[in-house]
Antibody, heavy 121, light 108 residues
């Protein structure tokens, strides 16, 4: 069974940093890209970032470019989202999601349960 | 950036009725469009990928159609568990990957 489990969310002050983790199991992790998608309270889905299967390519939404960094450790079946210079508008539930097919077929067929990041003073 | 516009924003129907949800892209996405269902407090679930392919385990009452800029998600006969928010998402021209703003399907 495919599982994705996010961790690392919490309350942080504006300007602070947080690192989210996404631990994966139940599939050949190194064959699939993984994305991060967030959802502000009461709002829709917003794509944040993607990392390719081998970790060599990453892409970001303009809203987080230069502040967030996504990476992966295929030996640990884990993807990370390092979030710096956090803003109030980054408050959201952050989901990691697995690409549906090997490579970068960017539809997401499995999602974690999400982790809440709250940026507030 | 490709903008996806979903309509209607809210759809009020009764169980057993047919639901038709629309997603329009600001430019062609060929057939690289997906549909997701999200219930309160839950993660999104992939329903349809590449415009018309049902994801694993999705009931046959869900179907997707369209190409280019106009897409439709149809639920042939609504079950109580189908009342949720539905999002479309394109993967043709990225970054960024974009989602529609969602359609809320509520019980009439």
């Amino acid at each position: 069974e495919v599982q994705l489990l996010e961790s690392g969310g919490g309350l942080v002050q504006p300007g602070g940093s947080l690192r989210l983790s996404c631990a994966a199991s139940g599939f050949t992790f190194s064959n699939y890209g993984v994305g991060w998608v967030r959802q502000a309270p009461g709002k829709g889905l917003e794509w944040v970032s993607i990392v390719t299967d081998n970790g060599e390519r990453t892409e970001y939404a303009d809203s987080v470019k230069g502040r967030f960094t996504t990476s992966r450790d295929n030996s640990k079946n884990t993807v990370y989202l390092q979030m710096n210079s956090l803003r109030v508008e980054d408050t959201a539930v952050y989901y990691c999601a697995k690409c549906k097919t090997p490579g970068l077929a960017l539809h997401f067929d499995h999602w974690g349960q999400g982790t809440l990041v709250t940026v507030s003073s | 950036e490709i903008v996806l516009t979903q309509s209607p924003a809210t759809l009020s129907l009764s169980p057993g009725e047919r639901a038709t949800l629309s997603c329009r892209a600001s430019q062609s996405v060929i057939t690289y469009l997906a549909w997701y269902q999200q219930k309160p407090g839950q993660a999104p679930r992939l329903l349809i990928y590449d415009a018309s392919n049902r994801a694993t385990g999705i009931p046959a009452r869900f179907s997707g159609s369209g190409s280019g800029t106009d897409f439709t998600l149809t639920i042939s006969s609504l079950e109580p568990e189908d009342f949720a928010v539905y999002y479309c998402q394109q993967r043709y021209n990225w970054p960024p990957i974009t989602f529609g703003q969602g359609t809320r399907l509520e019980i009439k």
